[in-house]
């Protein structure tokens, strides 16, 4: 997968990295919208992705969940 940023830098990526963009069909993957500058998606994907883990720093991205006891 092929980005360009607003900078100018052209960012290859295997699409391995991203497998729910890799299972999309080659016409799904050309829907595609950015979301508030860093972000995109597909229409027919319902995962958004930054920028951020294109250039490889997907941890920074990642939910963590912590589990805590609610005391009532």
Do not use: T
């Amino acid at each position: 997968m092929n980005v360009v940023l607003a900078d100018g830098r052209d960012i290859s990526v295997p699409l391995v990295y991203f497998p729910s963009i890799k299972k999309l069909k080659a016409e799904q993957r050309e829907k595609w919208y950015v979301l508030d500058g860093e972000m995109f998606s597909f229409d027919d994907c319902n995962e958004v992705f930054h920028v951020e883990q294109i250039l490889g720093k997907e941890n920074l991205y990642k939910y963590n969940f912590i589990n805590k006891k609610l005391k009532v």
